[in-house]
């Protein structure tokens, strides 16, 4: 635990594999997410959608990109994977905050401020809890310079992941871009999950 390659999960009372693993080799990502098919998902995306594709976990109070395939065009949205973004303030990190417990990201939000050290980046509950509010009730958050300035996020949850992890896809690009191509970037992201990912009710027959 202590060089973060496990997590202990206080509702299960397990170990998991944290994302530095993922991020340790290729194998170790075709080993994860073979059954799920998120690489040809997020393939499938950038395909259509022509921007930096993302996919994004909970590591403690951050969110961190597992994987990331970036835009061919010019103007597109750097990441890398391993990337950590907190969950309070960021695009992927808010649509992980949106499939917990009001109770646990209360306990997040608070985490969060206490582990940061300038005062004018911590966030009040309240503001969170506005932005979840609407991330649940039509499925995806659209963020808007949110943890860089120019650069858009349109992040979803993913229905069925391995390991008990949520994980969240996630276009990027520049905000303008992604305003003019909001509707078909939905429909994208939509379809490819339905397409590429199995059913829930499925597994759990």
């Known amino acids: 635990m202590l060089l973060g390659y496990l997590e202990y999960d206080r509702v299960t009372r397990t170990y998991l594999p944290t994302m530095r693993i993922a991020v340790l080799g290729r194998w170790v990502a075709d080993q994860l997410f073979n059954e799920f098919k998120m690489l040809p998902l997020m393939d499938d995306l950038r395909e259509r959608t022509r921007e930096t594709i993302i996919l994004g976990t909970q590591s403690e109070i951050r969110a961190q990109y597992v994987h990331v395939l970036r835009s061919p065009q010019p103007l597109s949205y750097s990441a890398e994977p391993g990337s950590l973004r907190p969950l309070t303030r960021s695009g992927v990190g808010l649509v992980l905050l949106s499939t917990k417990s009001d109770a646990e990201i209360d306990t997040l939000v608070y985490r969060s401020n ?18 979840v509010t609407v991330i649940r009730k039509q499925g995806y958050f659209f963020s808007r310079h949110l943890y860089t300035e120019g650069v858009g996020v349109i992040a979803m949850p993913l229905p069925v992941a ?26 994208a992201m939509r379809r490819a999950i339905k397409a590429f990912l199995p059913d829930p009710s499925a597994l759990r027959r």
Do not use: C, H, Q, W
């Open 114 to 131: 206490y582990d940061e050290a300038n005062r004018a980046r911590r966030v009040a509950l309240k503001e969170v809890m506005e932005k």
């Open 162 to 187: 391995p390991y008990n992890r949520t994980f969240v896809i996630a276009l990027g690009g520049p905000v303008r871009r992604l305003e003019k191509n909001l509707s078909s970037n939905l429909v």
